[in-house]
């Protein structure tokens, strides 16, 4: 597993992402937008770059699967059932990861809330930095690495949540890391 130093072109990468997906899922998607640590400046990252797409169902961008794996996107299960995940690939390794969610979950997702906290609260964002870099150097296996984060990554979405009025919900959905 690899934490990088921030890369200025990532908010590129993701606009050129949302530039290929928008006419692949034109009429199924109202919202996409860069999340995840690649999104918050100055942030130490796995250098994958993560989306987050809202949809009025999911069945219409099943249907469009063809045309996602078209552009290097495959369904990925994980056993989260609140969402669809779509990662692209590139040499074996991910690159980007498509989360797919309602409407009506856009509003309170954490991994939105938690990218605006950071970007507002440097010192925090430092914070998490710090720790991605220290279990990147103590060799977490990949599997381990989101578990280490929980307690840190808890605390400060439960912060920003409360920022916004929102009550306190667990950061990992059901079945899902």
């Given at each position: 597993?690899?934490?990088?130093?921030?890369?200025?072109?990532?908010?590129?990468?993701?606009?050129?992402?949302?530039?290929?997906?928008?006419?692949?899922?034109?009429?199924?998607?109202?919202?996409?937008?860069?999340?995840?640590?690649?999104?918050?400046?100055?942030?130490?990252?796995?250098?994958?770059i993560d989306?987050?797409?809202?949809?009025?169902?999911?069945?219409?961008?099943?249907?469009?699967?063809?045309?996602?794996?078209?552009?290097?996107?495959?369904?990925h299960t994980?056993?989260?059932?609140?969402?669809?995940?779509?990662?692209?690939?590139?040499?074996?390794?991910?690159?980007?990861l498509l989360?797919?969610?309602?409407?009506?979950?856009?509003?309170?997702?954490?991994?939105?809330?938690?990218?605006?906290?950071?970007?507002?609260?440097?010192?925090?964002?430092?914070?998490?930095?710090?720790?991605?870099?220290?279990?990147?150097?103590?060799?977490?296996?990949?599997?381990?690495?989101?578990?280490?984060?929980?307690?840190?990554?808890?605390?400060?979405?439960?912060?920003?949540?409360?920022?916004?009025?929102?009550?306190?919900?667990?950061?990992?959905?059901?079945?899902?890391?």
């Open positions: 597993m690899e934490v990088v130093a921030y890369d200025p072109s990532w908010p590129d990468l993701a606009a050129a992402a949302i530039a290929e997906l928008t006419p692949v899922l034109r009429g199924t998607v109202t919202e996409i937008e860069h999340i995840g640590s690649t999104a918050v400046p100055g942030l130490a990252a796995k250098p994958t989306l987050m797409a809202a949809v009025t169902g999911f069945a219409a961008v099943e249907a469009r699967e063809d045309a996602l794996a078209g552009l290097g996107y495959q369904r994980n056993g989260m059932t609140d969402r669809l995940l779509y990662a692209r690939l590139h040499r074996g390794r991910r690159t980007h989360h797919v969610v309602t409407v009506e979950t856009w509003p309170t997702r954490n991994q939105r809330i938690l990218r605006d906290y950071l970007r507002a609260h440097p010192d925090e964002a430092e914070r998490y930095a710090t720790l991605k870099r220290g279990l990147a150097a103590a060799g977490t296996h990949p599997g381990d690495y989101a578990r280490a984060k929980t307690a840190l990554v808890q605390e400060l979405t439960d912060r920003a949540r409360a920022e916004r009025g929102l009550p306190p919900v667990p950061v990992w959905e059901k079945g899902g890391r």
